[in-house]
């Protein structure tokens, strides 16, 4: 299948590895140009060589810490110095940390509404007008199954994936008139470092180990196993191309069956 995307240009924040590299990848295999952006710049500049060699792309790296407002602005100043658009925006961040109600602080609720809310905003600002002036755009969402069944012990990441979720829908009515689209990509259980460490946080809560909180999750999976990342990404791969130009408003998980609610 043609997805459409040779010569497009997308920029994927959170990109150096997990699930923004595994997008980022997978965009790069489709034709598309890209500009990704992490906190590490070492790690970013080899995910983007790699990338680059592996695809024959065109990758611009920009190290940025995305909670930052004037991170993003240069990020995006980057993008449209180098290649002159974005067509595609893919909003990821890491995940806050685990917690309970009472174990939060104001400024860790303000540092992770920085992070998972903020930054959707910001990035989102910077792009948009550009995708709407041409008439053509893709926003996609990395936010996790805790929108729309939460996790238990996630109290920051319930509450601000469902405001990115809420924002989303909004704005894909808004700008839908002018050929974007806006959805989110909910990812499960999936092989990665956030996974790990949340391994780790409840076998450091409940007195077990890391291996027993993956098999205590496996088994909650209907497919009884972790995704890999590169599963999310197909998905994320056609939300973004023009074969999904009817696509919007949408949240969709990638949870091996892990979601039981009927929509």
């Known amino acids: 299948m043609d997805l459409g995307l040779n010569g497009k240009v997308a920029l994927v ?9 595994a997008v980022a990848e997978e965009l790069a295999a489709e034709g ?23 695809h024959g792309t ?18 995006a100043q980057a993008a449209l110095a180098r290649f002159g658009r974005v067509d595609i925006l893919v909003t990821n961040a ?25 930054s959707v905003v910001a990035l989102t600002r910077a792009v ?25 012990n996630l109290m920051l990441s319930n509450s601000l994936r469902a405001a990115v979720t809420g924002l989303a829908r909004t704005l894909a009515t808004e700008v839908a008139p002018f050929g974007v689209t806006v959805n989110n990509i909910l990812p499960g259980y999936t092989r990665t470092d956030r996974v790990v460490a949340l391994a780790a946080a409840v076998a450091a809560t409940e007195g077990i180990s890391a ?17 890999e990342p590169r599963e999310f990404a197909a998905l994320a791969a056609f939300l973004c191309s023009e074969r999904a130009s009817y696509i919007t408003g949408t ?9 039981r609610s009927l929509l």
């Open 58 to 75: 065109p990758v611009l790296g920009v190290a940025a810490d995305v909670s930052d407002p004037a991170a993003v602005a240069r990020v």
């Open 32 to 54: 598309a140009s890209l500009v990704l952006c992490a906190r590490g710049d070492a790690a970013l500049q080899a995910t983007c060589a790699a990338i680059a060699a592996a």
């Open 211 to 227: 291996e027993a909180a993956n098999a205590r999750w496996e088994a909650q999976i209907p497919m009884r196993r972790l995704g």
């Open 128 to 152: 948009l007008p550009g995708m709407k002036a041409r008439g053509w755009g893709r926003i996609l969402n990395i936010t996790s199954i805790a929108a729309k069944q939460p996790v238990d």
């Open 251 to 259: 949240s969709v998980p990638v949870d091996g069956g892990w979601i």
């Open 13 to 21: 924040a959170a990109a150096s590895k997990g699930l923004g590299r």
């Open 94 to 118: 890491g995940g806050p940390p685990a917690g309970p109600f009472d174990a939060l602080s104001a400024d860790m609720w303000d540092a992770a509404t920085r992070l998972l809310l903020g």
